[in-house]
């Protein structure tokens, strides 16, 4: 197993305030494309939370490349972690045994005041739907990058 698989490719975070600083909109999902070199166990999520914490709700999805769930959160969600932190580890509802490839890491919110890190650069897809909080829908990949909507994040 790979500790962390970081979507977008970044790098171990050295700061608390890579990215840019999101705020969450009720039922959106949000993702980050993450490629993950070698077939694995995958055992759940976390994200970078930005300048609030601590109010909301977040689920983690783990969605493979043509956009169907692989793998989730438990859907009633686990309240967004201390400001400027790495969210605590939250395990998926089962571990999930991956192949290599290309999948997307995405975060759901239940509400519209704590905020999260995105990539505010890149050259991996990156993107977002509106959504009903706890109805994991499948997302509509892209193969671009969008600034500002795909999570810091990673999976373990």
């Known amino acids: 197993n790979y500790p962390y698989l970081w979507a977008g490719g970044a790098p171990v975070i ?5 990215g840019t600083d999101t705020a ?3 039922g959106g999902i949000f993702w980050s494309a993450v490629y993950i070199p070698v077939r694995t166990t995958l055992t759940g999520a976390t994200n970078l939370i930005g300048s609030v914490g601590g109010t909301d709700k977040v689920i983690y999805a783990l969605y493979g490349p043509t956009g169907a769930l692989v793998a989730n959160t438990a859907v009633a969600g686990v309240t967004v972690g201390t400001t400027a932190t790495i969210q605590t580890r939250i395990p998926f509802t089962a571990p999930v045994a991956v192949d290599n490839g290309l999948y997307f890491l995405a975060c759901q919110f239940n509400g519209t005041t704590a905020k999260f890190r995105t990539h505010a650069i890149g050259n991996h ?32």
Do not use: E, K, N, R
């Open 14 to 18: 050295s700061a608390t305030t890579p």
């Open 24 to 26: 969450c909109t009720a």
């Open 125 to 156: 897809p990156t993107g977002t739907q509106a959504g009903t909080f706890a109805t994991l829908a499948a997302i509509t990949p892209v193969a671009t990058f969008a600034a500002d909507v795909g999570p810091v994040a990673c999976l373990y």
